[in-house]
């Protein structure tokens, strides 16, 4: 059974703290994706990985950085949180197969609340 | 520009009763079109997808969409409401070539009535 992790499924910070969220996936996907999720809003890119070490912004990067040193691991980060960053964070991979059609992968996420 | 249309922000249906679920999408290119539920708190399921080989589309939990070229439309259906099918859907679009960019619809919240 394929498998998208994310390191806490609940969050709370303070204003101004470096946060980390973790994603983990075990399909041994190319591609990587971090979403935030608000009410009325429907997903938002904020970051994609099409390789390790590779990285492309979304629609909303600021704010936001990204790492990925491994395959199977994509990291997002608050460099300084701040009390709009509140919101769901999803996690989703996808293979990179050329001519098909490859649907998203998603992790449970991270509901993060920074007070 | 592509985008996605999800028509109804909120959709009541009592049990037993057929669900319609609208999604109208734009696009330059041949699109590659999802819909995936979510119940609360959970990431995002798989329903359906739709891959250009056949424009009726059967999904998982008795679900089916139709491709509509003409119509721009990529309507979610459901015979018969079940108390479980209550979640938020999401209709998707992605680009067949090219960028691995998803353009997400901003969610249809589904009650379903006893």
């Known amino acids: 059974d394929v498998k998208v992790t994310q390191s806490s499924r609940y969050l709370v910070k303070r204003t101004g703290e470096k946060v980390f969220l973790e994603c983990v996936q075990d399909?041994?996907?190319?591609?990587m994706f971090w979403y935030r999720q608000d009410p009325g809003l429907g997903l938002r890119l904020i970051y994609f990985?099409?390789?390790?070490?590779?990285?492309e912004k979304g629609d909303i990067p600021e704010g936001y950085s990204v790492s990925r040193e491994k395959k199977e691991r994509f990291s997002l980060i608050l460099e300084s949180a701040s009390t709009n960053q509140t919101s769901m964070y999803l996690c989703?991979?996808?293979?990179?197969?050329?001519?098909?059609?490859?649907?998203?992968?998603f992790g449970p996420g991270t509901r993060l609340t920074v007070l | 520009a592509q985008s996605v249309t999800q028509l109804d922000s909120h959709v009541s249906v009592s049990e037993g009763t057929p669900v319609l679920l609208r999604c109208n999408y734009s696009?330059?290119?041949?699109?590659?079109l999802f819909w995936y539920v979510q119940h609360p708190n959970k990431g995002l399921q798989l329903l359906l997808k739709?891959?250009?080989?056949?424009?009726l589309v059967k999904g998982i939990n008795g679900f089916e969409a139709e491709f509509k070229k003409s119509e721009t439309s990529f309507h979610l259906t459901k015979p018969s409401a079940h108390m479980s099918d209550a979640a938020e859907y999401f209709c998707?679009?992605?680009?067949?070539?090219?960028?691995?960019?998803?353009?997400f619809g901003t969610g249809t919240r589904l009650k379903v009535l006893a």
């Open positions: 989703a991979s996808t293979s990179r197969t050329s001519g098909s059609v490859d649907e998203q992968f």
């Open positions: 399909m041994d996907h190319e591609n």
């Open positions: 990985s099409y390789d390790v070490k590779m990285k």
């Open positions: 696009s330059s290119y041949s699109p590659s």
């Open positions: 739709y891959t250009s080989a056949a424009t």
């Open positions: 998707v679009l992605k680009f067949t070539s090219g960028t691995y960019k998803y353009i």
